[in-house]
């Protein structure tokens, strides 16, 4: 006896289909780079929510001794001598919204929906953030880390092939003194003032020395080699912020004190969600925070170079 088959109309398919369909009680939202500003320099909220503007001081000692006999009366006089540094401040916002009937979904789904564009709401400002402390916001008058006019730079040599700068192009040797140079400039250039623990280099560069070896049949990479030798550089961070920020468009890299005494991200007022503001049917969320950019307080304890 021939079989029946059972013809759905297509509203009855979809519907079937769907009895079918499995939801995961996880949701899989999109991922983004992780923003690594705030674990790279030295957070301070130190100024509070009502500052304007940031003002630090320094002061130099000025004045040197000499040899003198029992009765010298023009002794050299010592002194100091102080100057004022201002950063401004500038107010981030963003907002997030929901009507009364997605509040009521949501709680019927079981979905934290409010939460969700909290997050979001946080993750927009944070982004924000993270460029300021990069590369300033020159319409604002914040200054960024990566940029900052008044670090120092250093030359790589172009002994690469066909007298290039770019570790491509290079042996692991000539990149290990490379490494070395960027960090060797900071001490030399301020007499063991300033001594470097960490270095800042682009993802692919970072990737690079990660993944090769010093030479044939070694069983160290460039990375681990030059940790290991390094007399002051302690870790070694990849920052996708570096890729082409340097003169010309060239990949650059940092070498720097990660200390608060040196430099901070200046955070007077962190991520916060003011009251909620009823619009008819929509319940608005308005956010806010306060970013001053970044402060280098000894300039001469960061330098960079170009053209990796």
């Not at 320094?58 to 040899?67: C, H, L, R, S, T």
Request: aromatic share 8%; charged share 25%; proline share 6%.
């Amino acid at each position: 006896m021939p079989r029946k088959l059972l013809h759905l109309d297509a509203n009855e398919s979809v519907f079937f289909l769907r009895e079918l369909d499995f939801v995961k009680s996880k949701s899989y939202d999109v991922q983004y780079p992780e923003l690594k500003a705030r674990t790279l320099i030295p957070v301070s909220f130190e100024a509070g929510a009502g500052a304007e503007t940031i003002t630090y001081e320094q002061y130099d000692q000025v004045g040197m001794a000499k040899i003198v006999s029992s009765y010298a009366d023009d002794l050299p006089r010592a002194d100091i001598k102080g100057k004022e540094f201002t950063a401004r401040v500038r107010s981030l916002a963003d907002s997030y919204g929901y009507n009364i009937q997605e509040v009521r979904a949501a709680k019927m789904a079981g979905k934290p929906l409010e939460q969700r564009k909290s997050n979001a709401a946080k993750r927009a400002m944070m982004q924000k953030e993270d460029s300021i402390a990069a590369l300033g916001d020159a319409d604002h008058g914040l200054i960024g880390f990566v940029n900052h006019p008044n670090i120092s730079s250093t030359t790589l040599p172009n002994d690469g092939t066909g007298a290039s700068t770019l570790w491509a192009n290079k042996t692991p040797a000539q990149i290990i003194r490379d490494l070395n140079k960027v960090a060797n400039f900071i001490v030399e250039n301020t007499k063991e003032v300033e001594l470097p623990n960490t270095l800042l280099l682009p993802v692919e560069k970072y990737n690079y020395i990660a993944s090769t070896p010093i030479g044939d049949n070694a069983d160290k990479t460039i990375l681990k080699f030059f940790l290991d030798n390094s007399p002051y550089i302690k870790e070694v961070i990849p920052w996708n912020k570096l890729k082409a920020a340097g003169a010309g468009g060239l990949d650059r890299m940092i070498a720097y004190d990660k200390n608060p005494e040196k430099l901070t991200l200046e955070i007077p007022q962190d991520f916060e969600q003011l009251d909620v503001e009823q619009r008819g049917l929509e319940f608005l969320v308005p956010c806010h925070s306060r970013c001053g950019g970044v402060i280098i307080y000894y300039p001469l304890s960061v330098a960079y170079a170009d053209g990796l």
